[in-house]
Every structure is written in C-alpha cells, then in structure tokens.
C-alpha cells in the first residue's frame, strides 16, 4: 500500500527504470555491428546507474524509518502506569451478567481521558495461586494525575454500580513500569 511518504520514491525508481530501460534498447541498437568488447563497455554506464539507484532508495528508506521510530518514541512515555484490577463474580451472576460488567469496564476508556489502554483477560494460570480472582483487567495511564482523575470519576462511579450486583471478590494492583 503506497503511503504519503513512500509515493515520491515509488515515482522515483520508476523513473529511473524507465531511463535504463531507454538507455538499454539504444545499447543494444548500437552493439548489432559492435565487436564485444566495445559491447561490455556500454554496460559499465547501465550497471553504474543500476548500483547508485539501489543506495539511494535504500538510504530513503532507512530515513523514513529512522523518522517514524523517533516520532512514536516522542508520543510514547518512557516509563506507563498500570492499574490492574482482578475480580471474581458471584456464583449467582450469568455469563450475560459477566460479559455487561467486561462490555462497561471496557467502554470507560472512551468516557475518561486519562485511559491510554485497556485490555483484559481470564485467568490461565495453572499454578492454582489466583485465590478465586478469575478476571483480570489493565488500563494503561500515562501520570499519576490521569490516574488519579479516573477514580473519582462520575463514569468510574456508574460502572460500580454496574459491577456492584456481581462482584465477589476485588484486587487492585498499581505500578510504574520499568524497562
């Protein structure tokens, strides 16, 4: 798929294959009454252009690259808060019930801000050690303060009324993370 940046050099090496390919069909006109060394030596200019075209997309490339990693590390945190959050639901709750709790905790990620992501799980441990606790939740913050924004939040507050019914059991776990 040909993006904004990619299009120019596409444009590019098209070019330049359609000037070697001119340059060939007028070699190859000249080289009928030719002896073959004057034949190899009208191929030097064609390999020359051939080996200088592979550099330059190549450096073209690696710039775009270089350039896209430094922007994504420019939005990106060197360091994320995780929330992780593990529940375990009343044995009187039904999948259904279940599945409005995952559907609401998930949809706060597009009622807060501070909410960078959100993924979440069903414990696969075979050690035995969960004691109980069968969801596990994470979103992501990027500050203390987003995090600390979400908590008193009034859409925060309407999924604890959603969850309230259902929940067993509750784990909260908060951490910076580090590389």
């Known amino acids: 798929m ?6 120019p050099i596409f444009k590019k090496q098209f070019a330049n294959l359609l000037k070697i390919w001119i340059y060939r069909a007028n070699l190859l006109r000249l080289m009928k ?12 200019p064609l390999f020359l252009a051939l080996s200088c075209t592979d550099k330059t997309e190549n450096h073209s490339k690696n710039e775009t690259t270089e ?3 430094k922007e994504i590390m420019a939005t ?6 995780r929330h992780n959050v593990f529940f375990s639901f009343k044995e009187t ?3 259904e019930d279940i599945q409005s709790v995952i559907d609401a905790f998930r949809n706060l990620q597009n009622e807060i801000e501070g909410i960078k992501a959100f993924e979440y799980g069903l ?21 203390d303060e987003a995090r600390d924004a979400y908590l008193p939040h009034p859409a925060h507050a309407a999924f604890g009324t959603i969850l309230g019914p259902h929940l067993d ?11």
């Open 67 to 69: 350039n896209n990693q």
């Open 93 to 95: 709750s039904s999948q």
């Open 2 to 7: 040909l993006n904004s940046l990619s299009f």
């Open 123 to 143: 414990n696969s441990s075979p050690e035995g050690l969960n004691q109980g606790l069968t969801h596990a939740f994470v979103l992501t913050f990027h500050s």
């Open 169 to 179: 059991k509750v784990t909260v776990v908060d951490y910076w993370t580090r590389p």
């Open 33 to 44: 009454n030719q002896k073959p060394m004057k034949k190899l030596l009208y191929f030097i």
């Open 76 to 81: 990106e945190p060197d360091s994320v808060l």
